[in-house]
């Protein structure tokens, strides 16, 4: 069973920085095509923060240049570097990891406030 175990949210103030991680387990990391955040604010629908796969990166316009995402050699845990934080990046951050076969699987979420 794939297990995703998120970290690292909290609370901060604008300007600030925050550093998330997530580990994938229950699955072998050459098995995993791509790692992602998600994120949703209340009362809004959730949207992608940034993924990775082992080619590239993709960022929201509303975070690029702000937020950095990498993953670890063995490739089972991606980070989510977040810096320059503003209010409108308060939600909760959920970790995504997509496998070769495009099954997703979802961590349970890691609240960020940032506060102004």
Do not use: H
């Amino acid at each position: 069973q794939v297990q995703l175990v998120e970290s690292g949210g909290g609370l901060v103030q604008a300007g600030g920085s925050l550093r998330l991680s997530c580990t994938a387990s229950g699955t072998p990391a050459f098995s995993i095509n791509a790692m992602g955040w998600y994120r949703q604010a209340p009362g809004k629908q959730r949207e992608l923060v940034a993924t990775i796969s082992r080619r590239s990166t993709n960022y929201s316009d509303s975070v690029k240049g702000r937020f950095t995402i990498s993953r670890d050699n063995i490739g089972n845990t991606v980070y989510l570097q977040m810096n320059s934080l503003k209010p409108e990046d308060t939600a909760v951050y959920s970790c995504n990891v997509r496998n070769i076969m495009n099954v997703d699987y979802w961590g349970q979420g890691t609240q960020v406030t940032v506060s102004s």
